[in-house]
């Protein structure tokens, strides 16, 4: 199965920040790659799929860029909602596989 | 508007099995398929499975591989995930999430806590 690799494990920053987290595959995953945002106690939501397109609702300031093995998700200017745990998915092949996850928290 | 609504919280023992079942609504059932994701306490999202809504098809995740069965109603629109010879490991909350095929999971229910206790 393909494995994703996610860094950092945490991300610490202020609101207004850039930050940008990384996801690393193990084999090609073409451009198959999902991002999921997930605040405690509520289910993961679909921020990004295929690499760059935003699911409805997402503002624009979540981008997503990559191809092959190596992706990232940025999110130009930090909002208090916007810390949370984020997850990248791979769709390129059965079984579909998730990151270990990076948490955007509050310096 | 679509919806999944996930049946309620079990406590099961070890060894036992546990059914849980995801209702679907506002859409086609039989268009989209419906992933089952995983988040034992503390810890990341694993991908348990899929069975596509029309076709019955199914694909599971490795580590679940001859103990997870999923199947649906289409006559209610709805899927269930069963899981046997239940660990303590086993206890997380379990989601069920909207994926068409060619698509990422778009949609996902309340999610169902299982615990797994003696």
């Known amino acids: 199965e393909i494995v994703l690799t996610q860094s950092p494990a945490t991300l610490s920053l202020s609101p207004g920040e850039r930050a940008a987290l990384s996801c690393r595959a193990s084999q090609s995953v073409s451009r198959y790659l999902a991002w999921f945002q997930q605040k405690p106690g509520q289910a993961p939501r679909l921020l990004i799929y295929?690499?760059?397109n935003r699911a409805t609702g997402i503002p624009a300031r979540f981008s997503g860029s990559g191809s092959g093995t190596d992706f990232t998700l940025t999110i130009s200017s930090l909002e208090p909602e916007d810390f949370a745990v984020y997850y990248c998915q791979q769709r390129s092949d059965w079984p579909l596989t998730f990151g270990g996850g990076t948490k955007v928290e509050i310096k | 508007q679509v919806q999944l609504v996930q049946s309620g919280p079990e406590v099961k023992n070890p060894g036992a099995s546990v059914k849980v079942s995801c209702k679907t609504s506002?859409?086609?059932?039989?268009?989209?398929?419906i992933s089952w994701v995983r988040q034992a306490p503390g810890q990341g999202l694993e991908w348990m499975g899929w069975i596509g809504g029309g076709t019955g098809n199914t694909h599971y995740g490795q580590n679940f591989q001859g103990r997870v069965t999923l199947t649906t109603e289409s006559s209610t629109n709805t899927v269930y995930m069963e899981l046997r010879s239940l660990r303590s490991d086993d206890t997380a909350v379990y989601y069920c999430?909207?994926?068409?095929?060619?698509?990422?999971?778009?949609?996902w229910g309340q999610g169902t806590l299982v615990t797994v206790s003696s």
């Open positions: 999430a909207r994926k068409t095929l060619g698509a990422a999971e778009d949609y």
């Open positions: 295929d690499t760059s």
């Open positions: 506002g859409y086609t059932f039989t268009s989209s398929g």
